[in-house]
């Protein structure tokens, strides 16, 4: 029996009562552990058949990286890792240069038109950060861009249409936007600028964004230390957004197991699905939404192999997502999973 909250808060609580983790659908399996440090807070980017992972802090958050890691699809795995103190003559095929800007966690990126793009975050003193940086696979080079309009962390961003999109999160710690934020802006890559769009949604931090069904989604994440209940939809031709159902409605889950804060979320089969993160507690549960009915389905969880966690690292390769890295009681992860949402939940396959 899936855990599917419908109709009244009575069905919710029946329903929360008497399924467990068994009666589920989705299985995780064990893939190719991260080999670099492990880190926290970190970012991905895909371009083609190659997801790249980068910056983040390592164990006990006594230092922000630079370097980066590059995982492919062809081989299931992690390619060779840059040499520090080595020229370039020495580096192996396929090491990812390290990114060039301050060392930093909980920046932003994503890929348009073959191109990485990672910028904003905070760097080891507790600095919020605004210069972004473009690289390009084709020679493995990085290139410094046009600054975001204001420094913050815990942003999110997503790409849509070739176009790449920055906003919310939380701001410069000494400056007067210090609170949650919740602008948005457009890169312009041809002129290599930021334009301000609207965005309808609230301040909002550690949120997550997703793309799906042509359309871009904003969910979770905290203001205030509240959890967020409201989800946002962007239109990337009319560049409006739409209020959806909030995450706590009682035909969806009235007792706010969707909401969470510094969770991860990818996309596979036309469908997003948002886990880990933290709320009261470690988040262990996966949920499903399906943006054709705006319903969420709550699927198999993160199984007993699987360490809870927070701001880990998601990304989709064609049809194949995987979870990895992130943060728990200090320590930091370098494990990484693959998530089959159409498989029974297996117990000896990891």
């Known amino acids: 029996m899936r855990k599917k909250l ?26 190719s552990d991260f080999n670099g440090i492990p880190c926290g807070g970190a970012v991905c980017f895909v371009i083609g058949d190659e997801a790249y992972v980068g910056t983040g802090s390592d164990e006990n958050n006594e230092k922000c990286l630079t370097s980066f890691g590059k995982f492919s699809e062809n081989s299931n795995g992690w390619g060779p890792r840059w040499k520090s103190g080595e020229t370039d003559s020495k580096q192996s095929v396929g090491a990812v240069r390290p990114f060039p800007g301050i060392a930093r966690q909980h920046a932003v990126a994503f890929a348009v038109g073959g191109k990485g793009y990672v910028g904003t975050g905070v760097d080891g003193n507790n600095k919020r950060l605004a210069d972004f940086y473009e690289y390009n696979p084709a020679d493995n080079t990085w290139k410094q861009i046009a600054n975001f309009p204001s420094a913050r962390m815990e942003a999110v961003a997503f790409a849509i249409n070739d176009k790449g999109y920055v906003g919310t999160g939380y701001g410069y710690l000494e400056g007067d936007d210090k609170n949650t934020l919740n602008d948005f802006f457009r890169y312009n890559v041809d002129e ?15 949120a997550t964004a997703f793309v799906v069904d042509g359309k871009a989604h904003v969910c979770l994440g905290k203001n205030n230390r509240v959890p967020v209940k409201e989800h ?14 909030n995450l706590n409605d009682d035909d969806i889950n009235s007792d706010g197991d969707i909401l969470r ?31 054709k009915k705006d319903d969420w389905t709550e699927r198999t969880g993160l199984e007993n192999e699987i360490s809870s966690r927070q701001n880990a690292i ?9 979870m990895g890295t ?11 999973w693959e998530y089959h949402p159409n498989q029974e939940k297996e117990e000896d396959d990891n």
Do not use: H, M
């Open 6 to 31: 419908l109709g009244v808060a009575v069905c919710a609580a029946i329903f929360a009562g008497c399924s467990s983790s068994d009666d589920l659908t989705g299985n995780w399996s064990k893939s």
């Open 261 to 291: 804060y510094n969770a991860v979320s990818f996309v596979i089969g036309g469908k997003a699905y948002v886990a880990t993160g933290l709320n009261q507690g470690w988040k262990r549960d996966v949920w499903e939404y399906d943006p």
């Open 232 to 245: 946002y939809a962007f239109d990337p031709v009319s560049e409006k957004w739409t209020k959806l159902r």
């Open 326 to 336: 992130g943060t728990v009681q200090g320590s930091r992860l370098s494990d990484l």
């Open 314 to 322: 998601a990304f989709t390769i064609g049809n194949r997502a995987f």
């Open 192 to 206: 290599n600028k930021w334009d301000a769009i609207s965005y309808s949604g609230g301040k909002v931090r550690g």
